[in-house]
């Protein structure tokens, strides 16, 4: 059955029926320029004032322990900042990022279009843990909403036999009016899906209704490709692809829906979260180690020994930490454990813990944007289920990042483990995703000691 879009189809508007603040591209450069300009500088220039006790504190001091760590077979040496620090890095990474923002089209250039979507993700993500920082990030969601959705990327994809993308353009070209199509759809539902995510993350911001409305419209049209001939969802519109990040988008999409409409709504997206999942684990695409291969063959239906991308474990975490939300299990749990542990050995070094991507040093247009979404997700995880092995990661590839892949601009680029070579928006903005994550630990606080032991 399809959803009755009634109560969500007033685009544009917010829960009370008013307008969203989709300002014009005047009032937002303004406020981008001088405004954002100004509250960016003082965090990196002045000394960060207390927070209430609210949860989120206005310092914490680093913390001593002599636990080592299993997974790297060295002790940790990972150093635990205070919050005013990392929220520091935070936004002079922010800053650097926005010089590729292009107020035009409301995207930022030297990456792609849905790469675009996921540096909307990583700012709304800062913001809801480094809430002082709306002055700066509102106005970019303001003027993206408006804006983004006439620049679908007319770019053809295709999947090659190394699990790899390969692009007829990477940069989002504007659509004529004759083309042109509303609420961030294109030929691919993974490009969409990415955008779903980044308008439910800022919806949680900013309550305001267009944006969790744009997101309904494209888990609706999202939908439509359920009819792969494995089951799932097909990767695009041409019906070439089955696979798993479309499909751990799908997921996400559809348990992060059902925790914010309406109680008589909530059903519909949980079904679609639980035969999604139900769907997944049945595919083979888990594989024996619980590393996430790319996708499925379509002569066999089976697990395609595609390449263990980070991105593919990290999505899915995210995902089965909403979808427990919706509906309580502790196999979701389970799952999401066990996926992230397997992550460890496969794609951190031994010896520092630091992400990499088999792609690496060359990753084309998709492949750098990878890293930070696991970041982002290992993060959630620690959130929900706080283990030092998960803040002992985060605190890593942060500092890393900081210390050996990083420019005099600020700029940020592929080797989180250095050194650094070139940045672009892709880069920069999967960087900050780690950079973010160490924020969002900061405000946690301490260490959880012996928390969250390898699942059985």
């Known amino acids: 059955m399809r959803l009755n879009l009634a109560a969500y189809s007033k685009r544009g508007r917010d829960s009370q029926g008013e307008p969203c603040r989709c300002k014009g591209v005047l009032k937002t450069s303004v406020l981008l320029s001088f405004v954002g300009c100004i509250l960016l500088w003082s965090i990196l220039h002045f000394p960060l004032g207390g927070r209430s006790d609210d949860g989120v504190i206005a310092s914490v001091t680093s913390v001593a322990y002599d636990l080592g760590s299993p997974a790297f077979g060295v002790p940790s040496e990972a150093e635990s900042l205070s919050l005013p620090e990392t929220v520091r890095r935070a936004a002079a990474a922010v800053d650097a990022l926005q010089k590729w923002y292009d107020i035009d089209s409301g995207l930022w250039q030297t990456t792609g279009w849905w790469n675009s979507a996921n540096a909307l993700t990583t700012l709304a993500d800062f913001t809801l843990v480094y809430p002082e920082i709306k002055n700066v990030t509102i106005p970019i969601f303001e003027n993206t909403f408006r804006q983004a959705q006439q620049w679908n990327g007319l770019v053809m994809k295709t999947m090659t036999p190394f699990s790899q993308t390969s692009h007829s353009s990477s ?4 659509l004529s009016s004759a083309s042109r199509t509303e609420g961030f759809l294109n030929d691919y539902y993974d490009d969409e899906g990415w955008w779903a995510l980044a308008w439910i993350r800022v919806y949680d911001i900013t309550h305001q209704h267009c944006y969790l409305a744009t997101a309904v419209s494209i888990f609706e049209d999202m939908t439509q490709g359920w009819t792969a001939p494995c089951g799932g969802l097909w990767w695009d519109k041409a019906h070439s692809y089955t696979g798993a990040i479309e499909n751990s988008l799908f997921l996400s999409v559809a348990a992060s829906l059902a925790n ?11 079904d679609w979260a639980l035969k999604e999942l139900d769907w997944f684990q049945k595919s083979g695409m888990i594989n024996a180690d619980y590393n996430i291969n790319n996708g499925v063959n379509l002569q066999t239906c089976k697990n395609d020994n595609g390449t263990v991308w980070t991105y593919n474990q990290g999505v ?4 089965l930490l909403e979808l427990n939300k919706a509906h309580p299990d502790p196999e979701h749990i389970l799952l999401a454990q066990k996926i992230a542990f397997a992550a460890v050995p496969k794609l951190f070094d031994t010896n520092k813990g630091i992400l990499h991507e088999s792609c690496e040093p060359d990753c084309g247009a998709d492949g750098s944007q990878f890293k930070g979404i696991l970041a982002r997700n290992l993060q959630l995880l620690h959130q929900e289920f706080q283990s030092w092995l998960w803040e002992d990661v985060i605190r890593r590839n942060a500092n890393s ?4 892949n990083r420019d005099d601009d600020n700029e940020m680029g592929l080797l989180w483990s250095g050194p650094f070579n070139k940045a672009d928006a892709s880069t920069q903005s999967s960087a900050l995703d780690a950079l973010v994550a160490a924020v969002a630990l900061a405000s ?8 969250n032991p390898e699942p059985r």
């Open 401 to 404: 990042i900081w210390t050996f």
């Open 260 to 270: 914010r409409v309406s109680d008589s709504d909530k059903k519909y997206y949980l």
């Open 171 to 174: 940069v989002p070209r504007r």
């Open 444 to 451: 946690i606080g301490n260490l959880v000691e012996g928390a």
């Open 316 to 319: 899915i975490l995210g995902g």
